[in-house]
């Protein structure tokens, strides 16, 4: 197999020379800046043995330095795999690996090595990246080059790219949705702004500033900015994964002004998989859109399954699809809409029940922030629905009228046996629901 030139930040830092690259609260650098910083890292490496398929595992904190030992581990054909900000600690690192932390990329600026443009095999990997780990333990992924180029490729027809674009990551770099926006902006030639963990006044003060057009946000994060009175309207679009978006918050986002697209993606499809388009928001509520383009989307037995060349290499099954174990159905003109996860569905009294439905229906009520439902073994009813509900600030709800709430919009079978108050629920880094945990 041929090598093509792969080597994006090579291409930006031509084009794009003087355009920022990266911005954290520290500093800003231009694509020419990031070139020389990458190049170093890349030096560095090499000195150390490290080349061609070598695992790499980046233990930094959000921000530029960790994007600076990325792009060097890319350079030197290295596996890169984002370490959480809580460390190494527990984390599955592939065997063998080398890691890169503050010092090693101080000590690569001293020196200031160069490092040539590259041709990478497109189909081998370049990223290792954890799932989250909603329903188990996470599992490790390896992506290749041609992978995040695809979705890179994508993404951007669906969403636009501009100029002028700075897209906001204040999602962890060692989860999908957070790493990508690194890559795909280096491919685009655009600024990412990387924030250190989720702060709502900082991101609330990112959207007031005006230079942040794009931002990735989990329904969490969004309830919390629209909490605070954040100027949700003034980037050109918040893309919203990573769960269902429960419809009230929706509605209130967009009489807000803000543009909410919805979008579906997972780790083994190297991000996105089904995105709303700018235009489609407003029309199709609640869904998370179209395929993209060259990505196959198949909803069987109602579980969705995904074919394209986002998907890595091995997490296809035998018959050549992703089987994502997530529940979803299509409409006649192929928007998806998501139902939660094959493993989440409860079987009460010989009726499914979706958790996500009972959810959003609890979520609903004026005096709730957040509710997670769980099937508990039943003798009576094989397994009996259980609310795990937060209440909202200063809010004083009971049970029953929570019961009652429900009962106003869903089936006698889904409404829960039992509400249990908590202060708060298990979610990941990424703000998805542990609903194992419950």
Request: aromatic letters at 4%; glycine letters at 10%.
């Given at each position: ?285 609640g869904s998370a859109g179209r395929p993209l383009l060259g990505i196959e989307v198949a909803v069987e037995a109602g579980e969705i399954r995904v074919r394209g060349p986002n998907v890595a290499p091995g997490a296809k099954a035998a018959d050549g699809w992703l089987h994502t174990g997530d529940l979803g159905r299509m409409d006649e003109d192929g928007f998806l809409y ?101």
């Open positions: 197999m041929s090598e093509i030139p792969t080597d994006w930040l090579d291409h930006s830092a031509r084009v794009h020379p003087r355009r920022v690259a990266l911005a954290d609260a520290r500093e800003e650098i231009t694509y020419l800046e990031l070139q020389r910083r990458a190049r170093a890292v890349a030096s560095e490496l090499a000195l150390r043995g490290i080349g061609s398929g070598d695992p790499v595992a980046i233990d930094l904190p959000a921000g530029i330095p960790h994007a600076v030992a990325l792009h060097g581990a890319i350079l030197a054909g290295a596996v890169a795999q984002s370490l959480p900000a809580t460390g190494r600690e527990g984390v599955d690192v592939a065997p063998g690996a080398r890691y890169v932390e503050a010092a090693t990329v101080e000590r690569a600026l001293k020196r200031d090595g160069t490092w040539p443009s590259i041709r990478r095999p497109p189909r081998k990997p370049l990223t290792r990246v954890l799932s989250s780990g909603t329903s188990g333990a996470p599992k490790a992924v390896e992506l290749t080059q041609a992978n995040h180029l695809w979705s890179a490729l994508a993404s951007g027809l669906k969403l636009g790219v501009e100029p002028g674009d700075r897209w906001l990551c204040c999602l962890p770099l060692n989860h999908v949705g957070g790493l990508t926006i690194l890559l795909r902006s280096a491919l685009y030639g655009t600024a990412a702004e990387i924030h250190e963990g989720f702060d709502p006044e900082r991101v609330a003060s990112a959207f007031a500033g005006g230079a942040v057009t794009i931002a990735s946000l989990v329904p969490t994060q969004l309830v919390r900015l629209l909490d605070i009175g954040a100027a949700v309207e003034r980037p050109r679009l918040l893309l919203v994964g990573g769960g269902p978006l429960p419809l009230d918050v929706l509605a209130e986002a967009q009489a807000r002004g803000a543009r909410v697209v919805q979008t579906y993606g997972l780790t083994e499809a190297c991000s996105q998989v089904c995105t709303l388009a700018p235009g489609e928001a407003q029309e199709h509520p998501l139902e939660g996860r094959r493993g989440d569905l409860i079987v009460s009294g010989g009726e499914n029940v979706r958790p996500v439905r009972v959810e959003d229906a609890l979520r609903s009520h004026p005096g709730v922030a957040d509710a997670g439902v769980v099937g508990e073994d039943d003798r009576e009813w094989g397994q009996r629905v259980v609310a795990h509900v937060v209440t909202a600030p200063g809010a004083e709800v009971s049970e029953e009228e929570l019961l009652d709430h429900a009962r106003g919009s869903l089936a006698r079978h889904e409404v829960p046996k039992q509400v249990r108050f908590r202060e708060e629920l298990p979610r990941t880094a990424s703000g998805k629901l542990q609903r194992r945990l419950l």
